[in-house]
């Protein structure tokens, strides 16, 4: 995985045309480790009264919910948006719900789109030389390519 830095200006060049996205720095200069109800913490603290946040993550991670840092205080802090990826089923929400409270008040399951793009594959077809044209924005590929990411030996 690349260096915070290389992270960030990706991030930068991938949204440079998107007026209503925002990068984020605080959790790479967040002391020690960084966990997600920590962020959503910090986020509702920016946000206006009336606003809620929208949390989204794959199936996969949803899976794992029970396993995090405070995962019953993250459910009460924002809405959970879990959507489908490639190869994981469906998640089993009774026994999510089981083991984290209160998760299904907050969450809104998605079915679609599922979309065969994940960042292990992209730094895979790098290192062997592949294309990753129409996987990521075309700034980013010149990035990758510039600063030699991802390349073995």
Same mark, same amino acid.
């Given at each position: 995985i690349s260096p915070a830095d290389h992270r960030v200006e990706m991030v930068r060049l991938a949204i440079a045309k998107e007026p209503s996205f925002k990068l984020s720095t605080m959790e790479i200069e967040r002391a020690g480790p960084s966990y997600t109800v920590d962020t959503i913490a910090e986020l509702n603290s920016q946000i206006g009264a009336g606003d809620k946040l929208f949390f989204i993550l794959g199936w996969d991670n949803l899976i794992q919910l029970p396993r995090?840092? #405070? %995962? $019953?205080? =993250?459910? !009460?802090?924002?809405? =959970? /948006? %879990? /959507?489908? !990826? /490639?190869?994981? %089923? $469906? %998640?089993? =929400?009774? $026994? =999510? #719900?089981?083991?984290?409270p209160g998760l299904s008040q907050s969450l809104i399951m998605l079915d679609t789109p599922q979309i065969e793009i994940s960042s292990s594959e992209i730094r895979d077809r790098v290192a062997r030389g592949l294309s990753i044209h129409h996987l990521v924005p075309e700034p980013v590929e010149r990035y990758i390519k510039q600063h030699r990411l991802y390349v073995t030996g």
């Open positions: 995090w840092h #405070e %995962p $019953s205080r =993250l459910v !009460r802090m924002c809405c =959970l /948006v %879990p /959507v489908p !990826r /490639v190869g994981y %089923p $469906s %998640p089993d =929400l009774d $026994s =999510l #719900e089981a083991a984290v």
